[in-house]
């Protein structure tokens, strides 16, 4: 019973429930129809009148899969290299950022020349080069495209803030 009663304490805190625990409008609601841990919901939720829903979609599909690098014991030095270039001061979700964005832009430039059968193959040696474990990688774009899915289908307008710190007024 403390476990329930720390969820709903929890979804109120979150904005999700009225004090009477019913669903907050339109908060509440709208949390509730992402697949999602409701602190991410709310987070993307409250991307959207910052104009950083991209980032936050990217940065809540990141989160939500399995270690996105592989640490090899016998290539470390390689290893730690790769993670300090998509490496960025301000914390971990920006490293996930980047190493999103740049697999999107390496893919990109790839599409037009390729199937989609090798696509997936220059994806997975784009992640070998790197150090990124490409399963966690493309469970996270597909993750990605669910929850992006479900924000347009709430009208939601998917905007990037374009590496503008919106944060920091």
């Known amino acids: ?6 969820a709903l304490e929890e979804l109120h805190l979150l904005g999700a429930l009225t004090d009477d625990c019913k669903l907050e409008k339109p908060a509440g609601e709208q949390m509730a129809r992402f697949p999602l841990d ?6 993307l ?6 104009n950083c829903l991209e980032e936050m979609l990217i940065t809540v599909a990141m989160l939500s899969v399995e270690s996105i690098f592989y640490d090899f014991r016998e290539k470390r030095e390689e290893a730690r290299t ?12 920006l490293t996930y950022l980047s190493v999103y964005r740049e697999s999107n832009e390496f893919l990109e430039k790839r599409k037009a020349e390729n199937s989609e059968c090798k696509v997936d193959k220059i994806l997975r040696k784009w992640c070998i080069d790197n150090f990124v474990n490409s399963r966690s990688l493309k469970h996270a774009r597909d993750f990605y495209r669910q929850i992006r899915g479900n ?7 998917v905007s990037s803030c374009g590496g503008r710190r919106t944060w920091q007024t």
């Open 1 to 6: 019973m403390p476990a329930i009663i720390k």
């Open 151 to 157: 924000v347009e289908q709430m009208g939601f307008n």
């Open 38 to 43: 409701p602190v991410y919901s709310r987070a």
């Open 82 to 93: 790769s993670l300090n270039h998509f490496a960025s001061v301000e914390g971990d979700h």
């Open 45 to 50: 939720l409250l991307a959207n009148p910052f």
